[in-house]
């Protein structure tokens, strides 16, 4: 079946740090690649997408190239901020009509001033 | 944006009760609704999806007399736990698509606790 694997969390940034969270899947088909976000008390928001290999998602500053050949989706971010401290799922979804995501664990990013 | 609710948002009850949880699409309305469940340190593990006006569809290995999910307008989907047990403590996340979407929006969570 379906799968996603995220790095392991929590990582720590100091402000202005490069972030890299790694993402890779396991798909059958030709899966469409998200990163959702969930900040403090709230509910998870989308970040950003892929549709297709070598789609680039981009959003807020955060970037993520959807590469078949690795099948690997990662998320990067060249200047983190404090606000940016939440914890980011990596979810894939294969079936059209309504997308019936597949997450990762979850990745803590917590950002110091 | 579309935004969707959940009501509580935690709730603490004694093994043997039911607890409802209530996820609103305030903003839109939604044809198809989802109900995850998510364990410390875990991913979202989707348990149905809510479709209004029919039965919902149970993923493998969760109980449907168990989580009772009833999706009776477009715009409210209802889990209810029936008969709680300590083991049923985790985070439940709802999320809805827009009719004419399929992109999901979910809920901030509902923290149940069974003593």
């Known amino acids: 079946g379906d799968s996603v694997t995220q790095m392991e969390g929590p990582v720590t940034l100091s402000e202005e740090a490069f972030l890299t969270i790694n993402c890779t899947y396991t798909?059958?088909?030709?899966?469409?690649l998200f990163w959702y976000v969930q900040y403090p008390g709230e509910g998870l928001q989308l970040l950003l997408k892929?549709?297709?290999?070598?789609d680039k998602g981009s959003n807020k500053g955060f970037e993520a190239t959807y590469r078949k050949e690795t099948t690997s989706f990662h998320l990067e971010k060249g200047s983190v901020q404090v606000s940016d401290s939440a914890v980011y799922f990596c979810?894939?979804?294969?079936?059209?009509?309504?997308?019936?995501?597949?997450f990762g664990k979850g990745t803590m990013l917590l950002v110091s001033p | 944006g579309a935004v969707v609710s959940q009501h509580p948002s935690w709730v603490i009850c004694k093994s043997g009760t039911s607890v409802k949880i209530e996820c609103r699409s305030l903003?839109?309305?939604?044809?198809?609704m989802f109900w995850y469940r998510q364990f410390p340190k875990q991913s979202l593990m989707l348990m149905a999806t809510?479709?209004?006006?029919?039965?919902?569809?149970?993923e493998q290995g969760v109980e449907k007399d168990k989580f009772l999910i009833n999706h009776a307008s477009l715009t409210l989907s209802t889990l209810t736990v029936t008969s709680a047990h300590p083991e049923d403590s985790s985070f439940y996340i709802c999320?809805?698509?827009?009719?004419?979407?399929?992109?999901?929006?979910f809920g901030p969570g509902t923290r149940l606790t069974v003593l």
């Open positions: 798909a059958t088909g030709y899966p469409s």
């Open positions: 979810a894939l979804s294969e079936r059209t009509g309504y997308s019936t995501l597949t």
């Open positions: 999320s809805a698509i827009e009719t004419s979407g399929n992109e999901q929006f």
């Open positions: 892929a549709t297709k290999a070598d």
């Open positions: 809510s479709n209004e006006g029919s039965k919902a569809t149970y």
């Open positions: 903003d839109f309305q939604a044809t198809t």
